[in-house]
T-cell receptor, first 110, second 113 residues
Framework: DQQVKQNSPSLSVQEGRISILNCDYT??????FLWYKKYPAEGPTFLIS?????DKNEDGRFTVFLNKSAKHLSLHIVPSQPGDSAVYFC?????????FGKGTLLTVNP | ETGVTQTPRHLVMGMTNKKSLKCEQH?????MYWYKQSAKKPLELMFV???????ENNSVPSRFSPECPNSSHLFLHLHTLQPEDSALYLC????????????FGPGTRLLVL
């Protein structure tokens, strides 16, 4: 069974609006969650992370929220831009290893 | 050249061939990783090297053989692969093993016929 789940394979959003990408997890023994972004023909690039002791981390247009009781985290992008169109992976770090979700394809329409 | 590079970017091989994937990082990192991404599956960690020593083998079949001659280079030697091994193979590096920020190469798209 998957340890990190991204249940939405794709999401389409209008430019300027908010994009919300979701991730659920089963393992409570993590120390960080991370979000990576991947453009076609490129490797994933690190976007933002959140420590297990926090419930929110913000970096410019990107904010990650962690709800430990629900074992859920989300990435908010506001305002969304066409250049944000990519596949977004959430990943859990525990025991010094990263476990990734399947990814969500975000399309931001001009 | 900066970041993490991988060659070749695309590879087609038969089941009896032997080939190698190469990864090079120019970031001064000490840990390097091989991941596999099959269609509609998450990235799966295959191997981890920390200071040139293998520290993780995630139950990978022996037809995949990694080699790390120094902290900047990582190889994945392939022999007698199966069609189900067709996937995107990604290399990554980090300052040390377990650091949350790993830097990925663009990957090698492998097709096994």
């Amino acid at each position: 069974d998957q340890q990190v789940k991204q249940n939405s394979p794709s999401l389409s959003v209008q430019e300027g609006r908010i994009s919300i990408l979701n991730c659920d997890y089963t393992n409570s023994m993590f120390d960080y969650f991370l979000w990576y972004k991947k453009y076609p023909a490129e490797g994933p690039t690190f976007l933002i992370s959140i420590s297990s002791i926090k419930d929110k981390n913000e970096d410019g247009r990107f904010t990650v929220f962690l709800n430990k009781s629900a074992k859920h985290l989300s990435l908010h992008i506001v305002p969304s831009q066409p250049g944000d169109s990519a596949v977004y992976f959430c990943a859990e770090r525990s025991n010094y290893k990263l476990t990734f979700g399947k990814g969500t394809l975000l399309t931001v329409n001009p | 050249e900066t970041g993490v590079t991988q060659t070749p970017r695309h590879l087609v091989m038969g089941m009896t061939n032997k080939k190698s994937l190469k990864c090079e990082q120019h970031l001064g990192h000490n840990a390097m990783y091989w991941y596999k991404q099959s269609a509609k599956k998450p990235l799966e960690l295959m191997f981890v090297y920390n200071f040139k020593e293998q520290t993780e083998n995630n139950s990978v079949p022996s037809r995949f053989s990694p080699e790390c001659p120094n902290s900047s280079h990582l190889f994945l030697h392939l022999h007698t692969l199966q069609p189900e091994d067709s996937a995107l193979y990604l290399c990554a590096s980090s300052q040390e093993q377990g650091q949350e920020t790993q830097y990925f190469g663009p990957g090698t798209r492998l097709l096994v016929l």
